[in-house]
T-cell receptor, first 113, second 112 residues
Framework: GNSVTQMEGPVTLSEEAFLTINCTYT??????LFWYVQYPGEGLQLLLK?????DKGSNKGFEATYRKETTSFHLEKGSVQVSDSAVYFC????????????FGSGTRLSIRP | NAGVTQTPKFQVLKTGQSMTLQCAQD?????MSWYRQDPGMGLRLIHY???????DQGEVPNGYNVSRSTTEDFPLRLLSAAPSQTSVYFC???????????FGDGTRLSIL
């Protein structure tokens, strides 16, 4: 079946540090891949997405590249800020009307000033 | 503002009570879904709908009912509330399952 595996948190970094949150997936076919972010007390928001192999999604300084050969979609940011503290979810889905969306378990990120 | 609106934001119920969590979207999205979020367990899909009149079960459907009589609305019904249903519930919508999801702000539900 289809699944998404994220690195377990919490992840704690100092401001301006480099961030990587690992995400790997198992899927039959060619899914679209997403990163969502959830700030405290809010719903999830789309952070970035990629729809085919080798695509790079980017937004707000975050990047992730769709790697078909390693079935990965790792999230990276070169210099994190305190405002990046949130929970990050990796997800996959297919362009099918009968499809379900599969979310990872989420990774909590805390940034120290 | 356009988006997904969930009501109520907070609710406390007693065991055995029933209630309906409301979800409405004004983006003409066909795909809508309900999730529950529990500490350490991420998001779990309860039910989803690919269009008006069409619903299907997700990962954890027991104890919940849904219907989709219009494109805009997708209410979630708790038939007989149990403490295990204490959670934060999110509704989401998109044009299709393959598109990025728009989430509501959630309903925080406590069952005593």
């Amino acid at each position: 079946g289809n699944s998404v595996t994220q690195m377990e948190g919490p992840v704690t970094l100092s401001e301006e540090a480099f961030l990587t949150i690992n995400c790997t997936y198992t899927a039959t076919g060619y899914p679209s891949l997403f990163w969502y972010v959830q700030y405290p007390g809010e719903g999830l928001q789309l952070l970035l997405k990629a729809t085919k192999a080798d695509d790079k999604g980017s937004n707000k300084g975050f990047e992730a590249t769709y790697r078909k050969e390693t079935t990965s979609f790792h999230l990276e940011k070169g210099s994190v800020q305190v405002s990046d503290s949130a929970v990050y979810f990796c997800a996959l889905s297919f362009y099918s009307s009968a499809s379900k969306i599969i979310f990872g378990s989420g990774t909590r990120l805390s940034i120290r000033p | 503002n356009a988006g997904v609106t969930q009501t109520p934001k907070f609710q406390v119920l007693k065991t055995g009570q029933s209630m309906t969590l409301q979800c409405a979207q004004d983006m003409n999205h066909e795909y809508m879904s309900w999730y529950r979020q529990d500490p350490g367990m991420g998001l779990r899909l309860i039910h989803y709908s690919v269009g008006a009149g069409i619903t299907d079960q997700g990962e954890v459907p027991n104890g919940y009912n849904v219907s989709r009589s219009t494109t805009e609305d997708f209410p979630l019904r708790l038939l007989s509330a149990a403490p295990s249903q204490t959670s934060v519930y999110f509704c989401a919508s998109s044009y299709s399952a393959g598109e990025s999801q728009h989430f509501g702000d959630g309903t925080r539900l406590s069952i005593l």
